[in-house]
């Protein structure tokens, strides 16, 4: 089983918008798939509620029992759970952190944004030394060299960037609000493309497959021509 987590204790930064896309994505890829949403905001069950049953399977979760669940999940047959937190780096941030393959910290592209990342960064460095942890921008401008100055300012910072960023589109947006991903909403569009980029490079770094889809090679920028 692998597990996913996205995390960021600043909020507004599209947390929600990765988890829900990675996973529409999975359960597409015909793997048992799962979300734990264990941000009280509750964003991710939300959505899940507007697809009236429809998978992926969105749990509600809290941190001291997100092993116990992870281990139910793996015993039911789950292959890939998201994890979807809130916005503090608290014990169910931490607890995500621990449990993951692999760990997505979504940022947007200003200098005060990615300041802000020092203490998710900072806490899960503390709690889980070692692990991995890639930096996706989001809510990327179209237009513009903000893209470039905040590579830049994360790598001085020797912080891994996610090759593919999630630009300003509305397929997110309209998508989420009525419990649809993207690639559901607008299958042909570029935030589709962007997921699917995602989707793909997560595959490549936890090891899993992804049927259907050629494997991207670093560095990819999916949908930086709009």
């Excluded at 921008?137 to 960037?161: C, D, H, K, Q």
């Excluded at 997110?172 to 607008?186: D, K, P, Q, T």
């Amino acid at each position: 089983m692998h597990v996913i987590s996205v995390v960021c204790q600043k909020g507004g930064t599209g947390k929600t918008t990765i988890s829900t896309e990675l996973a529409v994505l999975a359960t597409r890829q015909g793997l048992a798939t799962i979300v734990f949403d264990v941000d009280p905001q509750a964003s991710a069950t939300i959505w899940s509620d507007d697809r009236a049953g429809e998978a992926p399977q969105v749990v509600p979760a809290q941190a001291p029992r997100l092993a116990v669940m992870l281990t139910a999940a793996e015993a039911q047959g789950a292959e890939v759970v998201v994890i979807d937190t809130g916005p503090s780096a608290d014990s169910a941030a931490l607890a995500a952190a621990r449990a993951a393959d692999i760990i997505l910290v979504p940022a947007k592209c200003t200098i005060r944004d990615l300041k802000a990342l020092g203490p998710t960064i900072r806490s899960i460095a503390d709690a889980v030394p070692g692990k991995r942890l890639v930096v996706v921008l989001s809510m990327v401008p179209v237009n513009g060299s903000v893209t470039r100055e905040a590579v830049r300012y994360l790598a001085a910072a020797n912080i891994e960037v996610c090759p593919v960023r999630f630009h300003q589109r509305a397929a997110y947006y309209n998508g989420l609000g009525a419990g649809r991903s993207s690639v559901e909403w607008e299958p042909g569009g570029k935030a589709a493309g962007e997921a699917r980029a995602l989707w793909e490079w997560v595959c490549v770094q936890t090891g899993m497959e992804a049927p259907g889809h050629s494997r991207i090679r670093e560095p990819v920028d999916a949908g930086m021509h709009a």
